[in-house]
């Protein structure tokens, strides 16, 4: 079994910053890619940002710029950096790990962009 979990979320204001963490558990050989995926309320889940093991990555075209993944692959960690904030962003941020043919998922975290 593979456990993932996030942490970071919360409030932050318009042009703000915020870290959100998933660390990865159980019996784990190797992540092929970690990544978050976000969904706001009313829209359909959409890609943010994914990370392999050899450090590609590959972006939402709405995060680009602004958010910067990156992980630590001895501790099947991945972070995701968020900077310059928008209301937009509200959504809960989802942490996914595939691990060969298999997909991972977090519970996710709330983030709420907010003055």
């Known amino acids: 079994q593979v456990q993932l979990v996030e942490s970071g979320g919360g409030l932050v204001q318009p042009g703000g910053s915020l870290r959100l963490s998933c660390a990865a558990s159980?019996?784990?050989?190797?992540?092929?890619?970690m990544g978050w995926y976000r969904q706001a309320p009313g829209k359909q889940r959409e890609l943010v940002e994914t990370?392999?093991?050899?450090?590609?990555?590959n972006y939402g075209d709405s995060v680009k710029g602004r958010f910067t993944i990156s992980r630590d692959n001895a501790k099947n960690t991945v972070y995701l950096q968020m900077n310059s904030r928008k209301p937009e962003d509200t959504a809960v941020y989802s942490c996914?790990?595939?691990?060969?043919?298999?997909?991972?998922w977090g519970k996710g975290t709330l983030v709420t962009v907010s003055s």
């Open positions: 996914n790990a595939r691990i060969s043919a298999l997909g991972y």
């Open positions: 159980g019996t784990i050989f190797s992540i092929n890619v």
């Open positions: 990370i392999t093991t050899g450090g590609s990555t």
